[in-house]
């Protein structure tokens, strides 16, 4: 008798004139980020589809309880691309006990009806802190241009985050860099002249946990 193989990612079944075809997200991840100076803590879900949108989006956590539960209920479109983050409450253990480590169960319907499933893995655990040293909290008449953020190395990170953002403006910038760095530029045009900005530092573990510091630097006025 002749074998058909068919891939698990297009197995679909039929079963009382309905029909299921399960999927997998192009990206399910969940993470938790520290910030060192204002000593709280946030988790954020991540799922991405695809090219098609999302109707709806569950994850259920290792103990069996839905801690997301959206839904695009009058789109026709859909969500490519939902993030979901928690309030930042101190970090005294009362996030972690309501979301515990282990494996996130994500399942999401698209417009079209199918179904896409995914997991990730929560840990609890946090890769060092990255100490900011150029400009240091507080520095005053920081060059607009030139400056390079310089920070130590963190033995256990796996990449770093750096975001500068001048609030009042909604300017900001992000730079996603690899494992051994410990330096930034800062290109040419984005500091302005007389101005506050806030500078983060995020030292990210293999298991996408995050350790955040941060500081605050005034550039040097108009001449």
């Known amino acids: ?14 079963f009382h004139g309905l029909a299921w075809a ?3 997200f192009e990206r399910a991840a969940v993470h938790l980020e520290q910030t060192v100076e204002d000593e709280d803590i946030e988790i954020a879900f991540e799922a991405v589809s695809g090219t098609a949108g999302l109707k709806t989006l569950q994850v259920v956590a290792p103990d069996s309880r839905t801690v997301v539960d959206f839904r695009a209920a009058d789109s026709k479109l859909g969500m490519r ?12 253990g009362s996030l972690q ?7 996130y169960t994500f399942t999401g319907t698209l417009t079209s009806g199918t179904i896409l499933r995914g ?21 005053r008449n920081v060059p607009t241009t030139g400056l390079q953020v310089r920070w130590n190395a963190v033995r256990d990170a796996a ?6 953002e ?6 900001e910038i992000k730079a996603d860099l690899g ?20 500078l983060a530092v995020g030292a990210v573990g293999k298991d996408g946990n995050r350790t955040v510091t941060e500081v605050a630097f005034v550039t040097a006025g108009r001449k």
Do not use: C
């Open 1 to 14: 008798m002749q074998q058909i193989l068919v891939p698990a990612a297009v197995l679909s079944w039929t």
């Open 22 to 24: 399960d999927g997998r």
């Open 81 to 92: 691309q939902v993030v979901v983050e928690s309030p930042e409450p101190k970090n005294d």
């Open 97 to 103: 006990a309501d979301f515990p480590a282990g494996s």
């Open 119 to 139: 997991e990730a893995t929560l840990s609890q655990k946090f890769p060092g802190t990255a100490h900011i040293t150029q400009p240091r909290a507080g520095d």
């Open 159 to 164: 990449s770093y985050v750096v975001v500068i």
């Open 166 to 171: 001048q609030e009042k403006s909604g300017r």
């Open 179 to 198: 494992s051994t760095a410990t330096a930034f530029t800062v290109a040419d045009g984005f500091l302005l002249p007389g101005l506050e900005y806030k």
